[in-house]
């Protein structure tokens, strides 16, 4: 099989606001939200304000809203302050979330998120309760000198529960499917990478044998939701602690860390890369890591990375002109593009691009990000 897939002319970012189904999930159209941390919630607890932002973009043309990070619920997960939960009180707070993307035509999928080596004692909401990891490891905030702790048997056995009853409660509350979080360095990407894990027991090992823990967070997940409830997962190869850092370096070895999740349940993979148009692995040609992981696994792939960021006053991430997109929409390499920044600074990016006035999109500027709503 070749790496390279033949250019195809591109028919245009205009594809991006057909209509698309992925399983039982219908949406308007194939730009989705990615996820991102506001921490607009003191109290943990979704509020109306978090739903108007979130509805704000669900009614200008972006078809799936993937929520910012929010905690399963397990005081372990917790670490950066004003996240929301997704458990316990905070949960009315989603109903309101999740009516208000409905109410505008979008769908929604909360980010189901566990951060690992970034919690330390004295955080809340349990102050004594250290970060949990595969390994007892630096504590990933790097001027925190307390180790994480090397999760027991029974640690783990919490933290899958408490992941499949999120999952079950997305489902209950109307969401439309879940996506796990198994990106950046946190929980489930520090049992991956062979860095952060260094376990001799069931959970360690080769790289198939470190997706152990992933895989048995997605079948709980499925046993609660059944078949057919949309599950997205992220990865990426790069970490906070290390924008380097790799969990494979060939497509094989992709496959070796893919695979298991696949078998184990999930429905579409989301493919988080700092710049979507950037090969996957360059001795491979020119296909994309979206590229790669929906050739190699069959399934529905998300891409983010850089989509709008070359307008002027966008503070860049490269060349990420429309047309790369372009390019790679044409190919198949993705089914959906998530944006960040450029809906952060500007929720109705979308509808401008969908309606050719992109010189009239708002410009992203992280110094101002607390002023974007
Ligand atoms: C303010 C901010 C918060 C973010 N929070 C999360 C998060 O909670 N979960 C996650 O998986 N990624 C998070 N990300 C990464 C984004 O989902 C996205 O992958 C990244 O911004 C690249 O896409 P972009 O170039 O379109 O912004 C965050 C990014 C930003 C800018």
Not at 14 to 27: H, K, M, W, Y
Not at 36 to 63: L, T
Not at 304 to 333: N, Y
């Amino acid at each position: 099989m070749s790496a390279q897939t033949a250019f195809v002319e591109p028919a245009g970012i205009g594809a991006l606001f057909d209509p698309i189904r992925l399983g039982g999930l219908s949406l308007s159209t194939r730009i989705a939200m990615a996820p991102m941390s506001r921490y607009f919630c003191p109290d943990g607890v979704p509020h109306q304000g978090v739903a108007d932002y979130y509805r704000r973009r669900a009614e200008n043309s972006v078809g799936l809203i993937i929520s910012e990070g929010t905690y399963i619920g397990h005081p372990s997960a917790a670490s950066y302050e004003g996240v929301p939960y997704f458990s316990g009180a905070a949960l009315e707070g989603w109903k309101l979330v999740v009516a208000a993307v409905h109410a505008a035509g979008g769908k929604m999928f909360p980010q189901l998120w566990h951060t690992g080596s970034f919690r330390n004692s004295s955080m809340q909401p349990e102050p004594g309760l250290p970060g949990f990891g595969p390994s007892e490891n630096r504590n990933a905030f790097t001027d925190h000198p307390e180790p994480t702790r090397a999760m027991s048997e029974s640690d783990i056995a919490d933290v899958i529960a408490a992941y499949a009853e999120a999952a079950a409660d997305a489902q209950r509350l109307g969401f439309d499917g879940v996506e796990i979080h198994g990106a950046h360095g946190y929980l489930i990407d520090e049992f991956f990478w062979d860095t952060t894990n260094r376990r001799t027991d069931a959970y360690g090992g080769d790289r198939r044998q470190r997706t152990r823990f992933g895989v048995e967070v997605i079948a709980a997940i499925r046993a609660r939701v059944g078949a057919d409830f949309p599950l997205s997962f992220r990865y990426s190869q790069w970490k906070q602690q290390d924008y380097a850092a790799r969990l494979a370096d060939t497509p094989d070895q992709l496959l070796e860390v893919l695979g298991p999740l696949v078998d184990a349940g999930v429905s579409i993979l989301h493919c988080s890369t700092r710049r979507l148009w950037e090969p996957g692995f360059a001795e491979h040609g020119d296909l994309t890591l979206a590229g790669w992981t929906r050739k190699l696994t069959g399934l529905p792939v998300i891409a983010v990375g850089g989509a709008g960021l070359d307008r002027p006053g966008l503070k860049s991430a490269g060349p990420a002109s429309l047309e790369v997109i372009e390019t790679a929409l044409a190919r198949g390499d993705f089914d959906l593009l998530a944006v960040g920044r450029a809906l952060l600074a500007d929720p109705e990016w979308a509808e401008k691009i969908r309606t050719g006035r992109l010189a009239e999109t708002q410009g992203y500027d992280k110094f101002q990000l607390e002023t974007l709503i």
